[in-house]
Each structure stands twice: as structure tokens, then as C-alpha cells.
């Protein structure tokens, strides 16, 4: 097989395996079978039936949290409700049961346990009446799907497992490197006279102490040297060999090993940007980000009401240049909470945002109350236990193939 036909058909495996997936995501969560309808009562809710004897059970949510309500009849008339004992048994993913009991209450008998979401369990439902004890099973899924491990894993569906985190609260700014006030010096002739070597020339690296011109005096023809006042870079050359020092600056030296962002951070942030916040820069050009801490601002406003935050970057390796834009995540708070989850595996569900759990090949919804953000992190208030496993990357395909199925619940 030549080359470009070996190609083509790697590309055709590859596509033909793209267009695979979602069919063998469907078959690993089982064939989909349509199922009748249930019956529904008077109040909206499942009817279950033996013989004459009919259970309507339904969970009611108006101006009360989720709870159970049943109303019994027999050979189609109402039964007193303190005339039946009822139990029902909710088995959810990961075989946690909740046992529910129930009291009479006008013309039915009311559940005595909030039906916490999401609604996705198996009922088991029993009832005593005259002696005789009625029971019926059937499941009751809602955000619920079956997808196995090794298609989850070529689908690079990921997850982790949710508990405690420290958040780092930030703001981001924008500004531009430039040089410390003391980076530059002048040189110049202590006596002025003729330049009779210049001993370096523009863009060389000096130290401090180095030879740079010797001048021989006007006044005693005597000649000496004026030599680095510090390390640094020959920035500017104004004189050459032979010219006259006439009392101008000769060269200009700049230290380059220190520069300063200046960051500008807008009136709404300001009060809680403070000293020694940390701060992450980031440079065009460059892949690995610096890091320093706000040493401090300047005390005036431009124009367009910006405050200058500064912090030191280390430029001792020279690669980097006064003028460059750089991008600022300043460090304004850092907090660890007791639950926090990855942002990226947030989704919606109905009105609720959610995460999806993971239990053995199993994915549920659970409904999310969410907290403060910080980066990649979001806290979590309630709706989530601690040590669960959920998916933080490609989520997203969990939600379709849930859409997919339509499965909702009893109301």
C-alpha cells in the first residue's frame, strides 16, 4: 500500500469511528423501548391498581417542599384514609433507600419525608387494607443514563471526585512592562576635554567599575577614565573618539535585569487590590507566565480613571523589553470551603444547574446549590455529598444522550 492510500483510509477509519460513537454510546445505554404511557388519577398522579383496589400516588410541590400524597379508593369509592397503612420505599442510585412513612390527612394520606431531587428512584410502594396487603415496584428515573466505561473513555469523558477546595478569587487586569525610575544614568565628563577612547559602544553589557571613555582634560591635559556607576546595558552613544565631552552626557546606561508592570486596575476593583497581593503575568510571546506581588501603585488616576498597580518582574536573562502588554491575574482572595466542584462540568437540567454523577457505569443529575466562584472552582452549598464522583470534562455528551432518552418523572 503506498503512502497516500494508507492515509486515506486512516482518515476513513477516523471519521467512520466519529460517526460511530453516538450509536455505540446508545447501544452501551441499552436499546431504547417506548413505554405505554402511565395512567394517571385525578390529582395528576400515578395510578397503581390491583383489582378494585387503586393507589394514586403523586408528589405535590405546591407552596411546600417535594412530598408524597396518596388517595385510595376501592371499587371506585373513596376509602378512609386512616383505614390504610401505607409504606413506601424510594431506592436510589448507589442503593440509598429512603423509607417513607404516612399520615391521614383530610381525604388522603400525606408522606412525612421531603422528596429531595432529583426524583430518580425505584418506588416500591405497600399497602394494608381489610386484612389484605397490596404492593407494587416500578421505576422512576429522570436525569439517569447507561453509558460503559470503555466508550466513556473514548468519548474522554472525565470525572473527579468532589470535596474540598481552595479557591483563589482574582481579577483580571491589563498593562505594560516599563523600566524602574532609577534604571537609566547619564555619563558625563567630571572635566570636560577630548575623548580619547571610547572604551565601549552602543548595546554592550557593562559592570559596575568598567572602563568606559577616557577623557584627557581641557584644563590639565592630563588624562582619566570615567568608569560604570553600575551594571548594566549602553543604551545610548552621543560622542565618539576624538570629539569634545562639552559638557554633554556621552552615553546613557539602562538596567535591564528588573522591569515593572504596570497594571491598571479600574475604580470598581481597586479596593481589593492591596500590597503583596499575588499576581500571575502573562506575556505575548511567551508560554510560561511570571509571577511577582503588588508592591504598590502610582498615586495618580488616568484619564480614564485607572489606578497603576506595580510588581517587579525578574528580567535577568534579558528577554524581555520595556513596551510589551502584558495580562495581570491579581490574587484578591483565597479561601478554602468545605465542597467545591470543577466549572467545566457544570450543565443545566430543567431550572436547575447540575453535575452529573458517576456511579459503577451509571450517570445522574444532581441538583446543584451553588456558592461563591473562584477560577476553575465553584462552591457547593448543598445538593451534592462529599466523595462523589462526577464528570468534569464533556459533560455535555451526558446531557444529550439524556435528552436523547426524554425520561421524566412523576409529578
Given at each position: 500500500m503506498n503512502p497516500y492510500t494508507y492515509r486515506l483510509v486512516l482518515v476513513c477509519q477516523l471519521v467512520?469511528?466519529?460517526?460511530?460513537?453516538?450509536?455505540?454510546?446508545?447501544?452501551?445505554?441499552?436499546?431504547?423501548?417506548?413505554?405505554?404511557?402511565?395512567?394517571?388519577?385525578?390529582?395528576?398522579?400515578?395510578?397503581?391498581?390491583?383489582?378494585?383496589?387503586?393507589?394514586?400516588?403523586?408528589?405535590?410541590?405546591?407552596g411546600?417542599?417535594?412530598?408524597?400524597?396518596?388517595?385510595?379508593?376501592?371499587?371506585?369509592?373513596?376509602?378512609?384514609?386512616?383505614?390504610?397503612?401505607?409504606?413506601?420505599?424510594?431506592?436510589?442510585?448507589?442503593?440509598?433507600?429512603?423509607?417513607?412513612?404516612?399520615?391521614?390527612e383530610d381525604d388522603y394520606l400525606r408522606g412525612d419525608t421531603v422528596i429531595y431531587e432529583p426524583h430518580s428512584f425505584v418506588?416500591?410502594?405497600?399497602?394494608?387494607?381489610?386484612?389484605?396487603?397490596?404492593?407494587?415496584?416500578?421505576?422512576?428515573?429522570?436525569?439517569?443514563?447507561?453509558?460503559?466505561?470503555?466508550?466513556?473513555?473514548?468519548?474522554?469523558?472525565?470525572?473527579?471526585t468532589a470535596g474540598v477546595a481552595t479557591l483563589h478569587q482574582i481579577i483580571r487586569v491589563y498593562g505594560t512592562l516599563v523600566l524602574p525610575p532609577d534604571a537609566k544614568r547619564q555619563i558625563q565628563a567630571r572635566f570636560d576635554g577630548e575623548v580619547k577612547q571610547m572604551h565601549v559602544k552602543l548595546g554592550d553589557q557593562v559592570s559596575k567599575g568598567q572602563a568606559l571613555v577616557t577623557i584627557e582634560s581641557n584644563e590639565s591635559?592630563?588624562?582619566?577614565?570615567?568608569?560604570?556607576?553600575?551594571?548594566?546595558?549602553?543604551?545610548?552613544?552621543?560622542?565618539?573618539?576624538?570629539?569634545?565631552?562639552a559638557g554633554r552626557t556621552l552615553l546613557e546606561i539602562t538596567r535591564t535585569g528588573t522591569l515593572l508592570a504596570e497594571l491598571a486596575v479600574y475604580p470598581m476593583d481597586r479596593p481589593k487590590v492591596k500590597a503583596k497581593s499575588p499576581v500571575t503575568l502573562t506575556i505575548n510571546g511567551f508560554e510560561e507566565p511570571l509571577t511577582s506581588t503588588i508592591r504598590g501603585?502610582?498615586?495618580?488616576?488616568?484619564?480614564?480613571?485607572?489606578?497603576?498597580?506595580?510588581?517587579?518582574?525578574?528580567?535577568?536573562?534579558?528577554?524581555?523589553?520595556?513596551?510589551?502588554?502584558?495580562t495581570g491575574d491579581i490574587e484578591v482572595d483565597t479561601f478554602t470551603v468545605p465542597l467545591a466542584v470543577k466549572r467545566a462540568g457544570l450543565q443545566s437540567f430543567r431550572d436547575f444547574t447540575v453535575v452529573y454523577a458517576k456511579v459503577g457505569e451509571e450517570y445522574e443529575v444532581r441538583m446543584l446549590e451553588l456558592g461563591r466562584e473562584a477560577g476553575p472552582w465553584v462552591e457547593v452549598l448543598g445538593g451534592l455529598e462529599p466523595g462523589t464522583v462526577y464528570v468534569t470534562e464533556n459533560s455535555y455528551i451526558i446531557k444529550a444522550d439524556i435528552e436523547k432518552s426524554g425520561a421524566s418523572h412523576d409529578h
Amino acid at each position: 500500500m503506498n503512502p497516500y492510500t494508507y492515509r486515506l483510509v486512516l482518515v476513513c477509519q477516523l471519521v467512520l469511528g466519529a460517526l460511530l460513537l453516538p450509536s455505540i454510546a446508545a447501544a452501551a445505554s441499552g436499546p431504547e423501548v417506548q413505554e405505554a404511557e402511565p395512567e394517571k388519577g385525578p390529582h395528576a398522579g400515578r395510578m397503581l391498581r390491583d383489582g378494585d383496589f387503586a393507589i394514586e400516588l403523586a408528589i405535590f410541590e405546591t407552596g411546600v417542599p417535594p412530598e408524597f400524597r396518596v388517595w385510595v379508593t376501592n371499587n371506585g369509592e373513596p376509602v378512609a384514609p386512616a383505614a390504610v397503612e401505607l409504606r413506601v420505599q424510594l431506592t436510589r442510585l448507589g442503593n440509598v433507600v429512603d423509607d417513607i412513612g404516612f399520615r391521614a390527612e383530610d381525604d388522603y394520606l400525606r408522606g412525612d419525608t421531603v422528596i429531595y431531587e432529583p426524583h430518580s428512584f425505584v418506588v416500591t410502594l405497600t399497602a394494608a387494607h381489610q386484612g389484605k396487603t397490596h404492593r407494587w415496584e416500578y421505576d422512576n428515573f429522570e436525569g439517569r443514563t447507561l453509558i460503559a466505561d470503555p466508550v466513556a473513555d473514548a468519548m474522554s469523558i472525565s470525572t473527579e471526585t468532589a470535596g474540598v477546595a481552595t479557591l483563589h478569587q482574582i481579577i483580571r487586569v491589563y498593562g505594560t512592562l516599563v523600566l524602574p525610575p532609577d534604571a537609566k544614568r547619564q555619563i558625563q565628563a567630571r572635566f570636560d576635554g577630548e575623548v580619547k577612547q571610547m572604551h565601549v559602544k552602543l548595546g554592550d553589557q557593562v559592570s559596575k567599575g568598567q572602563a568606559l571613555v577616557t577623557i584627557e582634560s581641557n584644563e590639565s591635559l592630563k588624562t582619566y577614565q570615567i568608569t560604570a556607576p553600575m551594571d548594566g546595558v549602553i543604551s545610548q552613544q552621543f560622542a565618539s573618539t576624538g570629539e569634545q565631552s562639552a559638557g554633554r552626557t556621552l552615553l546613557e546606561i539602562t538596567r535591564t535585569g528588573t522591569l515593572l508592570a504596570e497594571l491598571a486596575v479600574y475604580p470598581m476593583d481597586r479596593p481589593k487590590v492591596k500590597a503583596k497581593s499575588p499576581v500571575t503575568l502573562t506575556i505575548n510571546g511567551f508560554e510560561e507566565p511570571l509571577t511577582s506581588t503588588i508592591r504598590g501603585s502610582k498615586t495618580g488616576l488616568r484619564d480614564d480613571q485607572a489606578r497603576l498597580f506595580l510588581a517587579e518582574v525578574d528580567n535577568t536573562d534579558g528577554l524581555l523589553s520595556e513596551g510589551l502588554f502584558i495580562t495581570g491575574d491579581i490574587e484578591v482572595d483565597t479561601f478554602t470551603v468545605p465542597l467545591a466542584v470543577k466549572r467545566a462540568g457544570l450543565q443545566s437540567f430543567r431550572d436547575f444547574t447540575v453535575v452529573y454523577a458517576k456511579v459503577g457505569e451509571e450517570y445522574e443529575v444532581r441538583m446543584l446549590e451553588l456558592g461563591r466562584e473562584a477560577g476553575p472552582w465553584v462552591e457547593v452549598l448543598g445538593g451534592l455529598e462529599p466523595g462523589t464522583v462526577y464528570v468534569t470534562e464533556n459533560s455535555y455528551i451526558i446531557k444529550a444522550d439524556i435528552e436523547k432518552s426524554g425520561a421524566s418523572h412523576d409529578h
